[in-house]
């Protein structure tokens, strides 16, 4: 099945504001994490039914080298990424987005 992404509003928000503090830490750091999400987000279309259920009907994907997980949800034929947060952060933080 061929599945449509979405990313919100603060999902985008979230990127950015990774993108930008890798950015102040090495010039082409933000570059390469950019690379990861576009990276994870390709694998999560082909299969999201592979990643495993965090809480209600949110799944989270590991984005390769960075510790942040993409959270997400499968609605029909559409993927709907909704944060983009840390490994150490507590989840619960963004569920008033939902």
């Keep these: 099945m061929k599945y449509d992404t979405i990313?919100?509003?603060f999902a985008k928000q979230d990127i950015k504001e990774v993108f930008l503090k890798y950015?102040?830490?090495?010039?082409?750091l933000g570059d390469t994490f950019i690379l990861s999400i576009k990276k994870e987000v390709k694998i999560i279309s082909k299969n999201p039914f592979s990643y495993q259920?965090?809480?209600k009907n949110?799944?989270?994907g590991l984005?390769?080298?960075f510790p942040y997980l993409i959270h997400f949800s499968v609605y029909g034929s559409?993927?709907?990424?909704k944060a983009v947060f840390h490994t150490s952060r507590n989840s619960n933080i963004w569920l008033d987005r939902d």
């Design 78 to 81: 559409i993927i709907v990424i």
């Design 53 to 55: 259920i965090k809480y």
């Design 63 to 65: 984005i390769e080298t």
């Design 7 to 9: 990313i919100l509003p």
């Design 58 to 60: 949110v799944r989270v």
């Design 23 to 28: 950015k102040s830490i090495r010039k082409n």
